[in-house]
């Protein structure tokens, strides 16, 4: 029960019905404040209960300095988790584990279970291995069941024997979408002590993406694994109240623009603005003027710029979504009704206090792409090419995407707006490209085409040509104006008689069904299939690296002269190595963009100048004459989608086909562990645990295991994709009977710790500087030693009782909300890692797991210090302190003896990542908490 010590608790009445809420205005203040810190506070102000929610946190939001440092710790409590299956399974491993774990030291097992919601859906699982042909979505989805079998039954006992824990089964979307259009209530109602409550929709996801529903007005972020497990066993989020950005919007986009051109702009606006652990607060005239699959897109995109959330307001337009999606009257109403009641409805008119305001006029925004390697490294269409060809010779990233930013003429005189009017401008007569030409530009790419037969024809492929084009994606297929943009592009390319280039593999993933039930109905889905486009499976796909294997025979000509080809996505991450081990350069682009590069087949085609192909009459044909104007698109998606589309398309959502239904699931409290299953296998994390935690102690002669440079992401420590058959974890798949065939991915094994551990550091683009000039997943333990696989030598330092350490750059750990980043580090035997900065969810894996996250003083990096990676390594001040200290000496010795010392901020940076830490980690910590209750 609440103390109410503010007096809030009040009654809101809708259609006959009565809702208890906490008013916000009961406390002093709170009127001014951004969007996102009215729903922290209405949380704490309903959960206060004088012990762990007190009223000075209540206080603490109340009282927000929007100048001032994150510093106040407050406790949040989600309504409800959001996991996909790659970080869920798991999840569900742990707890599993955790009820095996309390059963041995004399608790209840069924005391670990979730006490708030969790959903699941399953749609990280599905591999794009058959595409362009009619049987494409059967074929795939029976290798899905067939690879994945253990983890689903895992998952089908788990919705059976744990409470409030519902599955949405494979084959049937994506996380986000479904949290989208379905799963997401925007206020939540809930009884609580025999009262009906209402109080705004709020999650946490195990998905760095989860900020997606952002775009609804519902407040949720991307956490941990670790962490969601703690927030479904009761566990508050220890946090600290946040910088907030306004992103103040003003305008419309231009006609020919998209919301991938927005998101683009945006994620590069704000990176470059350094929202690093903040929220974003979309406010100001514009918002009015942005589609909530627009903003959905745009909070999708929030981990790609590095904040916590990026939210919109309620408003009108949210209403529309909610009965366009199928929503009940009644939901809509109350949505508006306690928006309006408690001041979060937005008024264009007012201005928050913020702690900086950003400014966007949407009329600015061009067509864009971003890559070939981060998603924020964003390069205007009209200049793509000439950026292409200064990363193939050999211009830094930066040189090339900055230049890739002006017209290759130079004339920055017309007006960068949609490719319609910039592809008017440029006159007929002047020449195409042609692939390998320098333009005259000085840029002499090395080009060295391989030359291959494919069903009969003579081909040939060079550098930065387009080998996958993928619309795929939550990202963008929840958008329905993009996918309609796309089928009526692919429409009017087949009435010319274009076709896509036969080297470009070519798949369609929509994160519903809906999106190919109105594809279907607006005629447009025959379209699409003929220039193969053609559906492969509901799930994330290409974008999660599960694209599947290349065309034979253009895999073997990239093999044959090393070829630099490229992929174009409508996803969310390009980060090296993720989208397909053959593919160097990948890029992000909007679903009709991607349909245009297929036509293309290559990276040196510029799309606004050159021609895409020729026509069925000998033309040449130019993207102006296939992009569908905003009023078409308009047209058709009012035309062809409904409200009872998604009621019908999730009417059966958590049913099933019957290979989900059919499965054997034994009932129990207790998960019964094969020893045979290479899928999953009971983790290690509570071997030899004790009641009563050991005492903290100082980490003494660690050795490094990688040295790394910057923005060394979640992908290059924890891999997802594809697992290779020389590599730790192929040879120890092989060792158990599986068949190269059935390696799957990294991310389908996350349940099976004997993978993880192999695969952690192993991302075939990671660069450890202790060995130069090698890729993959490799280290030296001396100077002048061998080179030996990150894996190997770890057993080697374990036997020897050796701590480990990681030393890193900047925004170590960026990218998704990974926990086995943190999980494989920790089972290595990294005891620390010390990096110049960390990414927000990885630095709380990191304590989630006991390790130790130390940061370089402003200034400091590795280079500057001289740490060659060879010395022994000790961290000294832990042992004994309480409060840990703020500060801790880093010991460095080197091989002659002499020593140096290093002052590190300690980024344990609340009392409750201390007590995760002094615990051994998170699941520790709450496991002891609940033997206690």
Not at 68 to 81: C, F, L, M, N
Request: hydrophobic share 40%; net charge negative.
């Amino acid at each position: 029960m609440s103390s109410n010590s503010f007096n809030a608790r009040s009654e809101l009445a809708v259609d006959g019905e009565r809702y208890e809420i906490y008013r916000l205005d009961a406390v002093p203040g709170s009127g001014r404040l951004p969007y996102s810190l009215k729903v922290l506070l209405e949380n704490l102000l309903r959960n206060e209960d004088g012990r762990l929610v007190t009223a000075d946190q209540v206080r603490a939001v109340g009282e927000w300095d929007p100048a001032a440092e994150a510093s106040k710790e407050i406790q949040y409590t989600p309504a409800r988790v959001l996991m996909q299956d790659f970080t869920g399974v798991p999840c569900v491993v742990d707890l599993v584990a955790m009820r095996d774990a309390m059963a041995d030291l004399g608790g209840d097992p069924t005391k670990i279970n979730p006490l708030i919601p969790g959903e699941l859906v399953i749609d990280h699982s599905v591999i794009a291995d058959v595409f362009d042909r009619p049987d494409a979505p059967r074929r795939n989805s029976e290798l899905e069941f067939h690879r994945n079998k253990e983890r689903y039954e895992l998952l089908r006992w788990a919705q059976q024997s744990f409470a409030d824990f519902l599955v949405v089964p494979p084959d049937t979307g994506i996380c986000h979408q479904v949290n989208l259009e379905y799963l997401s209530r925007v206020v939540f109602t809930s009884e609580r002590d025999g009262v009906k409550q209402a109080y705004p929709d709020t999650l946490v996801g195990t998905d760095s993406h989860t900020p997606m529903v952002n775009g609804l007005g519902v407040l949720g972020w991307g956490v941990g694994g670790i962490e969601a497990e703690a927030a479904m066993l009761g566990q508050p989020m220890s946090m600290l109240v946040p910088q907030v950005v306004g992103f103040k919007l003003t305008g419309e986009l231009p006609e020919g623009t998209t919301a991938t051109d927005l998101v683009l702009t945006v994620a590069e606006l704000l990176r470059k603005t350094r929202v690093v652990g903040k929220f974003v607060d979309f406010f100001g005239p514009g918002v009015a003027n942005v589609p909530l699959a627009n903003r959905a897109t745009l909070g999708n995109m929030s981990p790609e710029y590095g904040s916590t959330c990026a939210i919109f307001p309620i408003d009108a337009e949210t209403l529309d979504y909610m009965r366009l999606t199928g929503r009940s009257e009644h939901q809509i109403s109350l949505v508006e009704a306690y928006a309006k009641e408690q001041g979060i409805w937005h008024d264009p008119l007012h201005t928050p206090d913020y702690s900086q305001i950003v400014e966007l006029d949407l009329s600015t925004v061009e067509s864009s792409i971003a890559g070939p390697k981060r998603p924020q490294d964003r390069i205007p269409l009209r200049s793509a090419s000439r950026a292409v060809r200064g990363l193939l010779a050999g211009e830094p990233q930066e040189v090339a995407v900055l230049a890739g930013g002006l017209d290759d003429a130079g004339d920055e005189s017309f007006p960068a707006s949609d490719p319609v009017a910039i592809s008017t401008r440029i006159p007929r007569d002047e020449p195409p490209h042609e692939v390998g030409d320098s333009e005259g530009d000085g840029l002499d790419w090395p080009s060295d085409p391989a030359s291959f037969i494919l069903d009969g024809q003579q081909l040939t492929l060079d550098h930065g040509d387009i080998v996958i084009a993928a619309i795929t994606s939550c990202t963008n297929t929840s958008n329905p104006s993009v996918m309609i943009g796309a089928g009526l592009l692919a429409k009017k390319a087949v009435e010319l008689g274009l076709d896509r280039k036969p080297w470009v593999k070519t798949t369609l993933a929509p994160g519903s069904r809906v999106v190919t039930d109105y594809l279907d109905r607006a005629g447009l889905t025959p379209y699409l299939d003929k220039i193969g486009f053609g559906l492969v499976g509901y799930g994330c796909t290409t974008c999660i690296g599960n694209s599947g294997p290349l065309i034979p025979e253009v895999s073997d000509a990239v093999t044959e002269k090393d070829l630099n080809v490229s992929a174009v996505l409508s996803g969310n991450r390009n980060f090296e190595g993720r989208i397909h081990p053959e593919v160097k350069m990948n890029f992000l682009a909007s679903p009709p963009l991607v349909i245009a590069y297929a036509l293309a087949g290559s990276m040196h085609v510029d799309l606004l100048r050159d021609p895409l192909g020729t026509s069925a009459a000998g033309e040449p044909v130019f993207l102006k004459d296939i992009w569908p104007t905003t009023a078409e698109i308009k047209e058709v998606v009012g035309a062809n989608l409904a409200a009872h589309m998604f009621t019908d398309g999730y009417a059966d959502v958590y049913h099933g086909d019957e290979n989900w239904r059919g499965m054997d699931v034994p009932e129990g409290d207790m998960f019964a562990w094969s020893n045979d299953s290479t899928y999953v296998r009971k983790p290690p994390y509570f071997e030899g645990m004790q009641r009563e935690p050991a005492p903290v102690e100082d980490i003494v002669g660690a050795r490094v295991l990688a040295l790394l440079g910057d923005s060394v992401t979640t992908d290059h420590i924890s891999p997802a994709g594809n697992i290779r058959a020389s590599s730790p974890a192929g040879l120890y798949l092989q060792a158990n009977g599986v068949a190269r065939a059935d390696f799957n991915s990294y991310g389908s094994r996350r349940g099976n710790h004997n993978v993880m551990i192999r695969g952690t550091f192993a991302n075939i683009r990671l660069r450890n500087q202790l060995v130069p000039g090698t890729e993959g997943g490799f280290t030296r333990r001396s100077a002048g030693g061998p080179v030996e696989t990150i894996f190997d030598a770890s057993n080697t330092y374990l036997d020897a009782g050796t701590p480990l350490v990681v030393i890193a750059g900047t925004d170590y750990g960026s990218g998704s909300s990974r926990d086995w980043a943190a999980k494989g580090t920790m089972l290595l035997g990294v005891k620390a890692v010390i990096a110049t900065s960390f990414e927000r969810i990885h630095r709380s894996n990191l304590i989630g797991m006991g390790v130790l996250p130390l940061q370089f003083k402003d200034g400091d990096t590795a280079g500057t210090l001289g740490l060659t990676g060879f010395e022994t390594y000790s961290v000294l001040g832990l042992a004994g302190a309480d409060p840990l200290p703020r500060e801790v000496t880093v010991r460095v010795a080197d091989d002659d003896g002499s020593t140096r010392d290093i002052v590190t901020t300690l980024r344990i940076d609340t009392p409750a990542e201390e007590a995760y830490y002094a615990h051994g980690g998170i699941l520790q910590y709450v496991l002891r908490q609940l033997l206690e209750n």
